[in-house]
């Protein structure tokens, strides 16, 4: 692909892309920094339309809800990810991450958890005399710990700490090309919560839990050396599983997710200046835009938080609007064999990405391996078709094994 300048706005069209935004008049999605932290790395939780805040945990509960390592079942657990993005456009643009937790103790009440995520953007070749014909590889790029600890039998919190960098190659003018001095990083944490009962239902035991995450709470992101700052995507998750037995060693899991964005919607010039007003009244409504505008780049991302709940244009509605949606559904066999399936809404106005996942996967000793297939609502979503691999070790498992061969 050539290209003669890389910006943050056009690596958050390549994560978070729409299909027919363009046609959309009242089409105001929130605009972040680092979207590739949104994407899901594992393959579980998109073959359920993107969920986990209340599904069992595993090894890729950092992402989701980290708390959930409390309530593991394995003592360590390591997963490894792999998603090629973007496939129907591009095919060097992929996601790729690691993450593991260790519980810690004897009392089975606490776990230290890690993650490393890569994001590559693929290679730009320039070609004209400014640049000097370079080939180069924006990527993103975060690293996080955290610790999460029971609280009661039914109830844990988590806490984790993130670094996140995001080099996205040169400035448009040119500057600073030979220097490097074009990534910018940033700092966030996450804290999180999540709960699980055992009801009995007629004769059977059954799970019901719920969690909650509020994740890339942090400081902003400087593009440009510090000349376009941008929010982190600061994230508010919440979800509930309900999981009842089919069967002796059959089990099936329903789930729904709900996220917002806790970030502010950038002013529009359209809510301030319209075409019926006297010459005076455009030039007033207009100064008052452009301090709404700056305001909005001022904005420190505390308060931002808060902000998000009370800032869109159309009131409550549109801010019902900002909310994605996620239903899924898990079945599995004995822990061994899974088949799951789901779907992920998102508000036209809001972005527009509407699809279905459909995965499953395969246990056996110490080894997982687990497949997911999107396939977006609309054929000429760039989303249609992605796959997502997730290879998932135990290490209590492979402990077992070398153990017993002494």
């Known amino acids: 692909m050539k290209k003669k300048y890389i910006s943050f706005l056009l690596a958050a069209i390549f994560v978070c892309p729409a299909v027919s935004w363009a046609q959309k008049e009242d089409f105001n999605p929130i605009e ?29 509960s950092q992402f989701w809800n980290p708390s959930k390592y409390a309530f593991a079942y394995s003592s360590a657990a390591v997963a490894v990810n792999y998603t ?4 129907k456009i591009v095919n060097d ?27 590559s953007l693929g290679e730009f070749n320039t070609s004209d005399d400014v640049y000097g014909g370079q080939s180069i590889n924006p990527y993103e790029f975060s690293v996080d710990v955290g610790y999460s600890r029971k609280l009661s039998e039914s109830y844990s919190m988590g806490i984790v700490l993130r670094y996140i960098y995001s080099d996205l190659g040169y400035n448009a003018d040119g500057s600073n090309v030979s220097t490097g001095d074009t990534g910018a990083s940033a700092f966030s944490a996450d804290i999180s919560g999540f709960l699980t009962k055992y009801p009995i239902i007629g004769r ?3 799970q019901w839990s719920f969690g909650w995450n509020v994740s890339n709470i942090g400081s902003k992101v400087n593009y440009a050396n510090g000349s376009e700052p941008a929010f982190l995507p600061t994230n508010l998750r919440l979800g509930t599983t309900f999981t009842f037995p089919l069967a002796d060693y059959h089990n099936l899991a ?8 806790l970030v502010p919607a950038k002013p529009r010039r359209k809510d301030y200046v319209s075409s019926d007003m006297s010459a005076d009244e455009a030039a007033e409504a207009e100064a008052r835009y452009e301090d709404a505008k700056q305001e909005w780049k001022d904005m420190s991302p505390i308060t931002a938080i808060f902000k998000s709940f009370n800032d869109a244009p159309g009131g409550m509605k549109e801010e019902l609007r900002e909310i994605t949606w996620s239903i899924g559904a898990e079945y599995n066999y004995n822990q061994q064999f899974f088949l799951r399936a789901g779907y992920y809404y998102e508000n036209e106005l809001k972005g527009g990405r509407k699809y279905f996942g459909v995965g499953a996967g395969f246990a056996l000793n110490i080894l997982r391996l687990d497949a997911s297939y999107m396939m977006a609502s609309q054929q000429t979503s760039p989303l249609d078709q992605t796959l997502r691999f997730t290879l998932t070790f135990d290490m209590e498992g492979l402990k077992d094994m070398f153990g017993g061969r002494r």
Not at 109 to 119: E, G, I, K, P, T
Not at 254 to 261: P, Q, R, V, W
Request: charged share 15%.
């Open 32 to 60: 972040t920094g680092v979207t590739s932290l949104g994407i899901a790395p594992d393959a579980r939780g998109a073959a359920m339309g993107d969920i986990g805040a209340a599904t069992d945990p595993d090894a890729n």
């Open 84 to 87: 090629p993005w973007l496939r």
């Open 93 to 119: 643009i992929f996601l790729a991450s690691v993450s593991g937790y260790w519980k810690l103790g004897s009392n089975d009440n606490q776990a230290l958890s890690a993650s490393l995520r890569y994001f």
């Open 204 to 206: 059977n035991e059954c």
């Open 254 to 261: 329903i789930s729904l997710d709900a996220n917002k964005l």
